[in-house]
């Protein structure tokens, strides 16, 4: 089975930093954009950011502009979140699609089940 698995969330600190891991198993992330998302309780499921199959081409949110940064090397893909604040308390989601790279989640193939990221003091 294709599989999507989410690792890096925790607690930390407003001002604090994370790395949340995408890794995938069963299938290659080659071919593949990737898109991180979460979703707040009572929210809907938000992009984040995305990056191309080819790690040339990334998105962001304009809400983690300039704070998150989305790498990926071989089969993992990154999300490195600085600055963080407390809004962006949420559980943070990664998925897979081809050819497309966006932020519209219903056009994501596969997904993980997520982590949570809380920020507070």
């Known amino acids: 089975q294709l599989q999507l698995v989410e690792s890096g969330g925790g607690l930390v600190q407003p001002g604090g930093s994370l790395r949340l891991s995408c890794a995938a198993s069963?299938?290659?992330?080659?071919?593949?954009?990737i898109g991180w998302f979460r979703q707040a309780p009572g929210k809907e499921r938000e992009g984040v950011s995305c990056i191309s199959s080819s790690g040339g081409n990334t998105r962001y949110a304009d809400s983690v502009k300039g704070r998150f940064t989305i790498f990926r090397d071989k089969n993992t893909v990154y999300l490195q979140m600085n600055s963080l604040k407390p809004e962006d308390t949420s559980v943070y989601y990664c998925?897979?699609?081809?050819?497309?790279?966006?932020?519209?989640?219903?056009?994501?193939?596969?997904w993980g089940q997520g982590t949570q990221v809380t920020v507070s003091a």
């Open positions: 998925a897979a699609v081809r050819h497309w790279n966006t932020l519209v989640p219903s056009l994501y193939e596969y």
């Open positions: 069963g299938f290659t992330l080659d071919y593949y954009a």
